[in-house]
């Protein structure tokens, strides 16, 4: 089993739909959680970043962290054809500790 | 701020010659550099970490003697594949972090093919 588990997709919505993602881990140690966007053939760019439990919104871009689950989401409101990517969660144990990627999930929204 | 690059982002060798790439953090000291692959529709998978004017640390099953790792100075680190096979052939990308600071920047990759 991987340490985090993410659903590889494609996962399309209409434009202006929100776009739900979400991860879990099985490493009750993870401390640090992020969402990076990755569109084709470039690296990726980090989106949110969350320490613990709890919500966080920055635009359109809303993340949740539910440690007692072990279940991390990241919603967009008003999605755009530009938001079309492959979306990789992150998390790691602590400061200075390597991170551990889920798979990815490919996002298509249509115009 | 915060950008990281990455030099070539395309590469084609023949096998059995060694590539090298470099990773840079252009506006940011990097005391410790990451390098990653990625191969088409999977995640990153993280091949080594470097802390500058240290040996490189590799994960499992990852061949030091293979992916030399060079990070000599505090916005310079490099990666040489020697001896490529075309199983090298992968998407290979840098990230950069500045102490113990809990982003990682990640530069925008390097597209390796071994013919």
């Known amino acids: 089993q991987k340490e985090v588990e993410q659903d590889p997709g494609p996962l399309s919505v209409p434009e202006g739909a929100i776009v739900s993602l979400n991860c879990t881990y099985s490493n009750s140690a993870f401390q640090y959680f992020m969402w990076y966007r990755q569109y084709s053939r470039k690296g990726p760019e980090l989106l949110m970043y969350?320490?613990?439990?709890g919500n966080k919104e920055d635009g359109r871009f809303t993340a949740q962290v539910d440690k007692s689950s072990k279940y991390i989401s990241l919603f967009i409101r008003d999605s755009q054809p530009s938001d079309s990517a492959t979306y990789l969660c992150a998390m790691r144990r602590g400061a200075g500790n390597k991170l551990t990627f889920g798979g990815g999930t490919r996002v298509l929204v249509k115009p | 701020g915060a950008v990281v690059s990455q030099h070539p982002s395309r590469v084609i060798c023949k096998s059995g010659t060694s590539v090298k790439i470099e990773c840079r953090s252009l506006d940011f000291q990097a005391t410790t550099m990451f390098w990653y692959r990625q191969f088409p529709k999977q995640s990153l998978m993280l091949m080594a970490t470097?802390?500058?004017?240290?040996?490189?640390?590799?994960e499992q099953g990852v061949e030091k003697d293979k992916f030399l790792i060079n990070h000599a100075s505090l916005t310079l680190s490099t990666l040489t594949v020697t001896s490529a096979h075309p199983e090298d052939s992968s998407f290979y990308i840098c990230?950069?972090?500045?102490?113990?600071?809990?982003?990682?920047?990640f530069g925008p990759g390097t597209r390796l093919l071994v013919l």
């Open positions: 969350t320490y613990s439990s």
């Open positions: 470097s802390n500058e004017g240290s040996k490189a640390t590799y």
């Open positions: 990230s950069a972090r500045q102490g113990r600071q809990e982003t990682q920047y």
